[in-house]
C-alpha cells in the first residue's frame, strides 16, 4: 500500500521547519496557522456557504448535502490532497452530472455512486497516471464546461422566474415561453437585486470601495437579498435544512450494472479533470504573486488525485455531494494570501461548524436568490477568453462539437464526441499539406505548408521532379514537423540536385542545422531558453592553464565562469551559423530599428522571446524598474533621455514601448519605503517611481486594470500605474513630443505577467480607466497616445 502513497514534498527534509522548539518530543511539531492563512480562510467561507446551498439546490440534491461537501473538501482534500492553496467543495461543473444521477437513481444511490468514484480515483492515484489527464485537448475541457454551464444557467432561469425545471435542456427552453407568460414578481425582484450586486460591488470606486469589496460578492448579494425579502415580507420559497437525524445517508446502489458503471465513470472523469486542471491553474497563480509562499511548491497531482478520492469517499458516505477543486474559490483562497494547506482546512472547518449552528440563519435565504448566483456562475463558465484562444489554434469545431454534445446528449456522450473530433482535426493536420512551385526571376521557389510526412512523400517527389536540372531552387518549409521518410527523400533530392550543377537552399522553421546532416553535437542538447541556474549540458571543457588568472586569454575558473563559456561556445556551434549572414547585412549597413523597447532589467523579461524580434529589431533600454525620469531633472543620470533623444531623433525610431511585468522588485521596494529618505543609490533611482505612487493613491483618478480580471495585489496594480505614469513622463521629452506632433511616433504601454507567460498592450480607456487587453484582442487598436 505504501507504493501508492506520493511523497508529500512538506514532509522531506528540505522543507522541515528549521526553528523546532529545544526539547520537544522527536516528531511532534506545534500546530500553527499563520495569520495570512486565518484571513484567507475566512474570505474563502463566506464565497463557499452561499455557492454549496446554490450548488445543492441546482442538483436536486438535499440542501445540507452542499455543506457537507464544502465542510470535507476542505478538510480531507485540503489534507491529503497534493495541491496545497486548492480549495474542493461542491463544484458547479459537476451540477449537470449530479442532477441526472438523482433523477436516474435518487439520493441514496447517487452517494454510493460517489463513494465509488471516489475508489477509482484513489486506484488511478495509485497508478500515478493523473499527468494523463493533462493530455486531453483544452478545447474538450472548456467545451465540456461551457456545455455544463449553459445547462445550469437554463435550468436555474426557470427557479429565477418562480419555477420549477425540468431534467432536461431541451425541456427547459420548451417550456421557458409559458413561464415568461407566469412571472412571479417577488422571485424575479429577489433575483434582478442579486445579479445586480454580484455585478457592482466588485466595481465600487475609491478608497471605501477598495475596502468594501474585501467582503465577497457572492455573500453581499445573497445577503443583501434576503435581508430585502424579509424586511419587505415577501412570500418566496426559502432553504429548508431539515433535522440531521433525517439527513440521508449512502445506500446500497440500485439500478442496471451498465448505467451504474457508466455514471462511476462520468463522476471520476469529471471530478478528476475538473480537479488536476485546477491544481495545475493554482500553481501559475500563486507563481504569479508578487511574494510567493516560501513552502509552497508544484501541485502533486498522484497524491492530489488520491486526496480528492478520499474526499469523495468520505462525503458519499455521510451524505454530501461530489467533491472536485473549485476554481473560484481556490482563485479567492491565492489571491487572499494563503500560504499553506491550512487555509484550506480552516474554511472546511468553519463550514462545519456553520452547517451546525447557523441553521436558523440559512433557512430565511429565499431559493431565487441562491438560483441567481448559480445561474451566474453557470453563464461565466461560458469564457469568452477560452473561445478566443480555441479560435486562435484553429479547435473551435472541437469546443463547439463538445459544448453542444454536453447539452444535447450529456457530459460523457458530450465529451467523447469532443475527443473524437479533436483526433480528426489533429489527423486532418497531419495527412493535410499544402505543397506549391513556382518561378520567380530564374529562381525555382517550392513552398511546403503544414505537417511533411510520409504521406507527403509523393506529392513532394512529383513537385520536385518539375524542377529543371541545374536550376535555383529555395524550398520554404512553413511546418513544425518532419518525419524520417520526408526527410530522407529531401536529402536525396537535395544531393542529386546539387551534384547536377543546381543550388538548393532550404529555408523556413525546418531550416538550418536541424535538416542538414546531423552533427557531432558532443551530447549537448541546450536550446536558447535552457534554464541558466544548475545547467550541465556535458560538454567538457578545456582543461585551465596553470597558473589561474596570470595565464593569457580569460579565466573560465569557478562555476558562473565555466557556464558563461558553455553558452559562448553553444552560441558560436550552434547560433552563429544561422545568424552571419544578417549580422554582416548589418554590419555593413547599420542599424535601423523599428521601436524603442524601455523595460526592466529582471533577469525573466527576454525582451527579443517577447516580442518574436531579432538582430537590428528593437533599441533596448533597460533600468531597474522601467522608469524614465521626468524630462528636464536634474537626475543625476542622463542615461535614458540620452537613449530617448537618440533613439527619435538619430535612428528615426518609429514607436515607443514601456514594458512592465508582474512581480517587480523595484515596485515592491517603491511600496515598502513611501516614506523612507533615499540615502543609497537604489533609492535614489527609485525616487522617479514617487510620481506613480502618487498616481497611486489618488482616489481622483481611475486605476489601471486587466482586461477580464482584477490586479491580483497591490504590487501588480502599482507595475500596471507606473507604466502609464512613464508614458506621461515619456511624452514630456521634447524630442518625443515633436515626433508626436509631427504624427511619426507612437507610443505603446505593455504588462507582462511572467508566471502566465502572457503579454496585455495598454489597449486604451474604458470610462475613463486604462485597460491592458491581451494582444490578440487589442489587434486593430488605436494607439493609446
Known amino acids: ?24 518530543p522527536p516528531g511532534r511539531r506545534r500546530f500553527r496557522v499563520a495569520g495570512a492563512d486565518v484571513s484567507a480562510a475566512i474570505a474563502v467561507f463566506l464565497i463557499a456557504l452561499p455557492l454549496s ?158 475596502l468594501l469589496t474585501k467582503v465577497p460578492a457572492a455573500l453581499v448579494a445573497v445577503s443583501g437579498a434576503t435581508a430585502a425579502a424579509s424586511l419587505l415580507g415577501l412570500t418566496l420559497p426559502r432553504v429548508d435544512l431539515p433535522s440531521w437525524s433525517s439527513h440521508a445517508l449512502a445506500g446500497l446502489p440500485e439500478g442496471p450494472a451498465l448505467g451504474l458503471v457508466t455514471a462511476v465513470l462520468t463522476t471520476t472523469l469529471v471530478c478528476s479533470v475538473q480537479s488536476l486542471l485546477g491544481a495545475v491553474a493554482v ?9 510567493p509562499a516560501a513552502g509552497v511548491g508544484r501541485s502533486d497531482l498522484d497524491r492530489e488525485l488520491l486526496g480528492q478520492g478520499a474526499a469523495n469517499v468520505v462525503s458519499g458516505s455521510l451524505g454530501g455531494l461530489p467533491v472536485a477543486g473549485v476554481a473560484v474559490r481556490s482563485t479567492a483562497n491565492v489571491r487572499a494570501g494563503a500560504v499553506s494547506r491550512n487555509s484550506t482546512m480552516l474554511h472546511g472547518a468553519l463550514v462545519a461548524v456553520a452547517t451546525l449552528l447557523l441553521v436558523p440563519v440559512l433557512e430565511f435565504i429565499p431559493l431565487a436568490s441562491l438560483a441567481a448566483l448559480v445561474m451566474a456562475v453557470g453563464i461565466q463558465m461560458v469564457s469568452l477568453h477560452h473561445i478566443r484562444t480555441v479560435t486562435r489554434h484553429r479547435e473551435v469545431l472541437v469546443y463547439a462539437v463538445t459544448t453542444l454534445g454536453v447539452v444535447a446528449f450529456g457530459v460523457l456522450e458530450g465529451v467523447a464526441l469532443g475527443v473524437a473530433v479533436a ?100 551530447g549537448c542538447r541546450c536550446r536558447p531558453w535552457t534554464p541558466w541556474r544548475n545547467h550541465q549540458c556535458g560538454r567538457p571543457l578545456p582543461a585551465a592553464p596553470e597558473g589561474g588568472t596570470d595565464a593569457p586569454g580569460p579565466a573560465v575558473s569557478g562555476p558562473s565562469g565555466q557556464a558563461l563559456a558553455r553558452g559562448i561556445s553553444a552560441f558560436h556551434r550552434n547560433t552563429a551559423p544561422l545568424v552571419r549572414d544578417e549580422l554582416a547585412r548589418l554590419a555593413r549597413e547599420g542599424q535601423q530599428p523599428s521601436q524603442l523597447f524601455l523595460t526592466c532589467a529582471d533577469s525573466r523579461l527576454v525582451t527579443s522571446m517577447i516580442t518574436s524580434s531579432g538582430p537590428g529589431d528593437l533599441f533596448v533600454v533597460r533600468n531597474v524598474g522601467n522608469l524614465v525620469p521626468p524630462a528636464g531633472e536634474e537626475s543625476g543620470d542622463d542615461s535614458v533621455a540620452a537613449a530617448i533623444e537618440y533613439a527619435v531623433d538619430v535612428l528615426r525610431i518609429r514607436s515607443v514601448t514601456v514594458c512592465g511585468h508582474s512581480g517587480c522588485g523595484a515596485m515592491q521596494a517603491l511600496l515598502g519605503s513611501a516614506h523612507e529618505q533615499p540615502r543609497s543609490p537604489l533609492g535614489r533611482w527609485l525616487r522617479h517611481g514617487r510620481p506613480s505612487l502618487e498616481r497611486l493613491a489618488d482616489d481622483g483618478r481611475p486605476r489601471p486594470r486587466l482586461s477580464g480580471r482584477p490586479p491580483a495585489d497591490e504590487v501588480e496594480q502599482l507595475c500596471l500605474t507606473n507604466v502609464v505614469q512613464q508614458l506621461e513622463h515619456l511624452r514630456a521629452h521634447d524630442s518625443v513630443a515633436r515626433a508626436l506632433r509631427a504624427g511619426t511616433l507612437e507610443l505603446h504601454g505593455m504588462y507582462f505577467h511572467v508566471g502566465e507567460a502572457q503579454a496585455y498592450l495598454l489597449a486604451g480607456a474604458e470610462d475613463g480607466q486604462e485597460v491592458f487587453t491581451d494582444v490578440e484582442a487589442a489587434e486593430g487598436l488605436p494607439s493609446p497616445a
Not at 283 to 291: F, I, M, P, S
Open 1 to 24: 500500500m505504501s507504493a501508492c502513497v506520493p511523497t508529500r514534498a512538506a514532509d522531506s527534509p528540505r522543507h522541515q521547519r528549521p526553528h523546532q522548539p529545544d526539547g520537544a
Open 283 to 291: 500553481d501559475k497563480l500563486a507563481a504569479g504573486r508578487a511574494a
Open 53 to 210: 446551498l446554490g450548488i445543492a439546490l441546482a442538483t436536486g440534491a438535499p440542501l445540507q448535502a452542499g455543506l457537507v461537501a464544502a465542510a470535507v473538501g476542505g478538510l480531507v482534500a485540503g489534507r491529503l490532497g497534493g495541491s496545497p492553496l486548492q480549495v474542493s467543495g461542491p463544484a458547479a461543473g459537476l451540477t449537470v452530472v449530479t442532477a441526472d444521477l438523482i433523477h436516474r437513481y435518487g439520493w441514496r444511490t447517487t452517494c454510493a455512486i460517489t463513494v465509488l468514484a471516489g475508489l477509482a480515483q484513489l486506484g488511478l492515484g495509485c497508478l500515478r497516471v493523473a499527468r494523463s489527464a493533462l493530455a486531453v485537448s483544452p478545447a474538450v475541457v472548456h467545451g465540456m464546461l461551457a456545455g455544463i454551464g449553459v445547462t445550469i444557467a437554463v435550468a436555474q432561469l426557470h427557479i429565477v422566474l418562480g419555477g420549477s425545471p425540468q431534467s432536461a435542456v431541451i425541456d427547459n427552453l420548451r417550456a421557458l415561453p409559458a413561464q415568461l407568460a407566469g412571472l412571479h414578481l417577488d422571485s424575479v425582484s429577489v433575483s434582478v437585486l442579486t445579479l445586480a450586486l454580484l455585478l457592482l460591488w466588485p466595481r465600487l470606486p475609491g478608497r471605501t470601495g477598495r
Open 423 to 522: 483526433v480528426g482535426v489533429a489527423l486532418n493536420r497531419l495527412a493535410h499539406t499544402r505543397i506549391t512551385h513556382e518561378e520567380r526571376e530564374g529562381v525555382h521557389h517550392v513552398h511546403v505548408r503544414g505537417q511533411l510526412t510520409f504521406l507527403a512523400v509523393p506529392r513532394l517527389s512529383r513537385v520536385l521532379h518539375h524542377v529543371p536540372q541545374g536550376a535555383d531552387v529555395v524550398v520554404a518549409l512553413d511546418g513544425s514537423f518532419m518525419d524520417h521518410a520526408a526527410y530522407e527523400s529531401l536529402q536525396d533530392w537535395r544531393r542529386t540536385h546539387t551534384a547536377q550543377g543546381g543550388s538548393v537552399e532550404l529555408t523556413g522553421r525546418r531550416a538550418g542545422v536541424r535538416l542538414a546532416e546531423p552533427a557531432d553535437s558532443g
